[in-house]
């Protein structure tokens, strides 16, 4: 079925005009966290900020001119650094997090590093606070109010099995031991804080900071949680394993479904409507090669097998203006996927191409009373040198990392 998946997706006619590389940089070390994208100095122009291995924080405008670069230089102690390869004490594994924390109308850029360190830049690059930790800092941080007081505090987690919750000038306030290390990123979900963990728990604390509710999983969490909000104004937790399944867990820590992949599951679900049906997909990469695309009960709608991992999170935006989004995949393959956010009407049987070239073209050709199913689309293709990390977006432009260090500005042209 999937190498007739593929003949299908060539006879399709693949989206018009095209991608255009811009502008690249090449930065002499690897890349390992996606970039993040944000107007933060407030001009009304996004900036996009990249986070390297060798420890530096480098802004960019939207469309590829450097404005600011920052260099992390707190060491790891003499033990830790045996550990470490050389060079990466300061790597910045994680996507930075762009958050207004002292309220002047401007975005920070805070990140942590392998040595354990949390930098808090203003949207300049000049360094405001640092917190250090007991071991490496491999998620994201997140704002959110985890003790109840109104205020919101900075919280992430670290390898040394603690999440720790600062205040917005970077002052400690809780260390809250989970019983192992801390890869993904904290969320906040119905006044509950939720914390997953390198053992698999997905862990609901209180703002006394007890535990409210644990749901395991048999894997690995690296992957943020996210936050799903049902048509019938429910509000789920949506977060992937590493044992192969995304859990969709209700408000009091049960679970609602769970959907199974073929592959470990290793970043943050986007969750939007990506159709214009007034519904929210939940879209999510999985290491069995496959973009998901599942409806709010977790069935799926359509699936895109590309050639290898997908590790980045998925990224929905109208890269050509048309109207509809796209979905903006980097896959392990070295490629950079854009499929069509709707995906396509396939014929369930095969032989021919007869139905397909009847469908060819604008989607009101195609006939939803035959029986199919949709499958996914890709309008463009990009090749690049290496392993796609992640992309963001930047004003019109869609912006890639890649392991070996080059960061890519995409453009679509007519
Ligand atoms: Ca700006
Ligand atoms: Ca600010
Ligand atoms: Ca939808
Ligand atoms: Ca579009």
Redesign the pocket.
């Known amino acids: 079925m999937a190498s007739l998946k593929k003949i299908f997706r060539n006879a399709f006619r693949k ?1 018009s005009g095209s991608l255009i590389e811009s502008k690249k940089y090449d930065l002499g070390t690897q890349i390992i966290a996606e970039p993040a994208s944000g107007d933060i100095d407030n001009d009304g122009v996004p900036e996009v900020i990249i986070g390297t291995r060798d420890g530096h924080v480098i802004a960019y405008t939207e469309t590829g001119e450097k404005k600011w670069s920052f260099k992390a230089s707190g060491t790891a102690d003499e033990v830790e650094a045996m550990f470490l390869e050389a060079g990466a004490e300061n790597s910045i594994d994680s996507k930075p997090f762009l958050y207004d924390i002292n309220k002047d109308g401007k975005q920070e850029v805070i990140v942590g590093t392998q040595s354990g360190v949390v930098y808090a830049l203003d949207c300049k690059g000049k360094h405001l606070w640092s917190f250090k930790a007991g071991d490496a800092v491999k998620g994201s941080a997140k704002a959110l109010d985890a003790d109840g007081d109104g205020k919101e505090e900075i919280v992430f987690g670290s390898s040394d099995g603690n999440a720790y919750v600062l205040d917005m000038r970077g002052k400690p306030k809780k260390k809250i031991s989970v019983g192992s290390s801390i890869e993904s990123t904290p969320a906040k979900f119905k006044g509950l804080m939720i914390i997953c963990t390198s053992k698999g728990e997905i862990i609901a604390y209180n703002k006394e900071y007890e535990k409210e509710w644990v749901y395991k999983t048999k894997g690995r969490i690296t992957a943020e949680p996210n936050v799903l909000i049902m048509k019938n104004r429910e509000e789920k937790i949506v977060v992937g394993s590493t044992d192969n399944n995304l859990y969709c867990i209700n408000e009091d820590g049960t679970l609602n479904w769970l959907f199974e992949t073929k592959g470990a599951i290793y970043s943050k679900a986007e969750i939007t409507d990506i159709n214009n049906d007034r519904e929210k997909e939940i879209i999510f990469g999985s290491c069995d090669n496959n973009l998901y695309v599942l409806d709010e009960e977790g069935k799926r709608i359509w699936s895109y097998e590309t050639d290898f991992w997908i590790i980045g999170t998925p990224l929905v ?10 979905i903006i995949i980097g896959s392990y393959d070295n490629n950079i996927y854009v499929l ?2 709707e995906g396509v009407y396939s014929v369930e049987y095969i032989p021919g191409l007869s139905g397909i070239t009847a469908q060819e073209g604008s989607y009101s050709d195609i006939n939803t009373q035959t029986p199919g199913e949709v499958i996914g689309k890709n ?1 463009w293709l990009i090749r690049v040198e290496d392993i796609v990390i992640g992309c963001c977006q930047a004003g019109r432009n869609l912006l890639a990392g890649t392991k070996n260090g080059s960061v890519i500005w995409l453009k679509h042209n007519y």
């Open positions: 989206g935006m109208d890269i050509n203006d048309d109207g509809r989004k796209e069509s956010g309008l």
